[in-house]
């Protein structure tokens, strides 16, 4: 049981008083203002003022945590919080957690979620010092510690919503993003930073934040649930020794469902891809409504999903990917724009487009009419530069739309040299991705070529390319190469078919080149459903008026 909490849930709308006064707005105040009774105010209990409809709130928070009630603490996390921070902290943090303590009976589970919320905020919205850094992180140890520390006796007193449980994991993981970009600009810390993270380096450790994403996979035996549920199975409550199955209860299946996730992100922020699809490998891809009942999660599985099939040489499968979520956001856009993160979704989206018009460049292939003009609006200048082989623009694209590699560990010795190591992990994935770039430059003026004979002379074609005839072998061969790959049909991600990915096939028979087109046809249908659908509406919408 958890300790009681002072007051009782007030269900009155928060947002609609009148006007207050500025002496209940925190640290609002100018110095040197005078209280009620003409004495000057302690700038530091000032700043700890809290006004009566955030104290109503954290009495109402705490309560519905205490109580187990998912819709109030939905609807606290979602709405209140968001709305309380416009109103009273959009340029300052919320009150310490030590305020906050006796205002709802020193309840310790509200104030270990209170605390991730107060650290993600000062992230947000403020400048994280060193010491928020460290802070957070024990906060974070803290949290997952009662999750893993869970008896198996039965289920966890406790009830989080899906959101909350994402945006838990996923500031985990750019929070140790965060920390690893601010330890590796050396020549920018102070003398006392560099002591202590020198110091500290157990905090926002590479290994502890794999770990505590592999322990709550395991706590809650996420692999096997998920196995479970493609093969139809009921989950249980009691596992075969007689344990409490943590996978059967709701928070620990998503808790351990979103690690998952987060250990794809972590690795592809590694650069290790190999690994990031390997994490996700008992996830069916096929079944989206684990994904979807957060619309974050979709969208970041699919962009590190994607990007680690581009990195990997598996063109069709980044392709289909991309469109499939950027699909889904053109459809689904409509229904975001009043969340706190629609901004995120259209910055992902950009990324996405961008990286899906790096792919097509280098392994032309069918995709949906309405992401096909999506890119024709936006990225139509780039992609023809890219067709054509322009290095830089492929540079700038990556730059622009990958992610933010980190550098995990820093040495003793850069420590003393006081560089600046953070785009270090960048520049080594960029010169990954533009190795295979370099590779392919000639291979799109070869194919366009070729699209135009059945066959052709091997000396005409490189006399057609400015080349000799061996440089010509080379590039056929590779042509070859680069246009086979695994393409992904069902099972875990790293899996696949090796198949031709071109519109165009060929073969040399000594000094001749014969070609085949395996070009398919253009599907009509699509088009005329999506125009019968365009004009139902309008005539509806005609006939209402």
Avoid at 209 to 236: H, M, Q, W
Avoid at 378 to 384: A, D, I, V
Avoid at 446 to 455: A, D, E, N, P, Q
Wanted: proline fraction near 4%.
């Amino acid at each position: 049981a958890f300790p009681e909490v002072s007051g009782s849930m007030q269900y009155a709308d928060y947002y609609d008083e009148p006007e207050t006064s500025g002496y209940d707005l925190p640290n609002f105040r100018m110095e040197g203002h005078l209280d009620l009774e003409g004495e000057p105010i302690d700038a530091e209990m000032d700043s700890f003022v809290v006004p009566d409809v955030v104290k109503t709130f954290f009495v109402g928070f705490a309560t519905a945590v205490k109580e187990q009630n998912l819709q109030d603490i939905h609807f606290n996390y979602e709405n209140n919080f968001n709305k309380l921070t416009e109103r009273y902290y959009s340029k300052a943090s919320w009150p310490p957690p030590e305020v906050v303590s006796p205002i709802v009976g020193d309840d310790k589970m509200f104030l270990l979620l209170y605390k991730e919320l107060y650290y993600r905020h000062i992230y947000s919205k403020l400048q994280p010092t060193i010491d928020h850094r460290f802070e957070s992180w024990e906060n974070y140890c803290e949290v997952f510690n009662v999750f893993l520390d869970a008896p198996a006796t039965g289920p966890l007193p406790l009830t989080l919503p899906n959101q909350w449980l994402w945006d838990m994991v996923d500031e985990f993981i750019y929070q140790f993003q965060s920390f690893c970009q601010f330890r590796a600009k050396i020549k920018a810390r102070t003398e006392e930073e560099i002591r202590l993270l020198q110091e500290q380096d157990s905090f926002w450790n590479v290994y502890s934040v794999l770990n505590y994403l592999e322990a709550l996979c395991k706590k809650a035996n996420i692999n096997t649930i998920l196995d479970r549920e493609k093969n139809g199975d009921i989950i249980a409550a009691k596992a075969e020794d007689g344990s409490f199955e943590f996978g059967s209860q709701p928070l620990f299946k998503m808790l351990g469902f979103f690690s998952l996730i987060g250990l794809l992100r972590m690795h592809c922020l590694l650069g290790d891809y190999y690994l990031a699809l390997k994490a996700i490998e008992h996830v069916d891809l096929k079944n989206k409504s684990m994904f979807t009942c957060v619309t974050a999660c979709y969208i970041t599985t699919y962009y590190y999903l994607g990007f680690a099939y581009m990195m990997m040489r598996r063109y069709v499968d980044a392709i289909k990917v991309f469109s499939s979520v950027l699909l889904f956001i053109a459809r689904t856009k409509q229904h975001h724009t009043r969340s706190y993160q629609f901004e995120q979704i259209i910055k992902k989206n950009d990324h996405m487009l961008t990286l899906l018009a790096a792919c097509l460049s280098l392994c032309p292939y069918r995709i949906d009419e309405d992401v096909h003009s999506a890119i024709r609006e936006k990225c139509s200048e780039k992609m023809t530069r890219m067709q054509n082989g322009d290095e830089v623009q492929f540079e700038e694209v990556f730059t622009h739309a990958c992610p933010k590699f980190v550098v995990p560990v820093i040495t003793a010795q850069e420590y003393q040299d006081g560089g600046i190591y953070g785009q270090e992990a960048y520049k080594l994935q960029l010169k990954s991705f533009m190795h295979e770039v370099r590779q392919q430059q000639l291979l799109p003026t070869i194919r366009s070529y070729l699209k135009l004979y059945t066959s052709i002379d091997i000396q005409k074609l490189a006399t057609f390319l400015e080349t000799d005839v061996p440089s010509l072998r080379n590039q056929l061969l590779c042509l070859k190469h680069k246009t086979l790959s695994l393409v992904w049909v069902d099972g875990p991600p790293l899996s696949g078919t090796l198949l031709p990915c071109s519109d165009i096939d060929f073969y040399l028979d000594k000094d001749m080149i014969h070609i085949t087109d395996s070009k398919t046809e253009r599907r009509f249908g699509e088009f005329f459903i999506r125009h019968i659908s365009k004009f139902e509406e309008i005539i509806s919408d005609v006939q209402r008026k």
